[in-house]
């Protein structure tokens, strides 16, 4: 992959996706120790980025990354232009509807004016309006369990791994709009204009 820029996604997918590119021989010891968001590999073959899972896709898609690893949630949210060419077995989540036991059997979808906080406004925006329910999207950047305790909204949309912080908040899982695992994504001109080197990306990857 001579000379190829590759975004990873920093958070819960870091750690696995610098674990595939030190096991393919590259090194990205500082990556760990360091607040580097720029990391060359020794011999200079690759230059890594390090990114908000949301902006991963956004510098794939304007071409400051050729290849980049990120979860479907966010990439989905993005709304980039990218290739998807290879999902990964791990980074496994699910987006879902979330809220107090109160709104379970399914009747929260007979309210109107339900007031939804969530870090994803545009899948949560598509969720409601493809089924014709109404509610107020109310964007936040994190802890979105915390909203409905204090009353700030009725419901959320987050992403769900083991269950365990919707439980100790006090909500239940309500419906699942989507199932996320981590993919590589590629810049579409990267994709034409090194495509010896992404394609040898992706088989040495395929192939760990
Ligand atoms: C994510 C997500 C949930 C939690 C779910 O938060 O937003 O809060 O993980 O994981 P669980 O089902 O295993 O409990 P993260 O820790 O990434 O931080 P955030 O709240 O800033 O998004």
Known sequence: M????????KGRLLDPSVGIFQALGY???EAASSRKLVIEDGTRRARF???KPMDVPIYVEYGAADVGIVGQDALYESGTNVYEPLVLNYGH???VVAGKAEYRDAEWKMLAG????TQYPR???QYFASRGLSAEIIQVYGSVELAPTVGLADLIVDVVDTGRTLKENGLIELAEILQSQAVLIVNR???????????ELMERVVNL
């Open 189 to 199: 001109a990267s994709h034409t204009l090194r495509a010896e080197a992404v394609r």
């Open 2 to 9: 001579s000379g190829l820029t590759v975004a990873l996604a």
């Open 93 to 95: 989540c699910r987006l």
């Open 114 to 117: 339900l007031r939804v906080a």
């Open 49 to 51: 980025l390090f990114a």
């Open 27 to 29: 090194d990205l010891s």
């Open 123 to 125: 899948l949560a925006k």
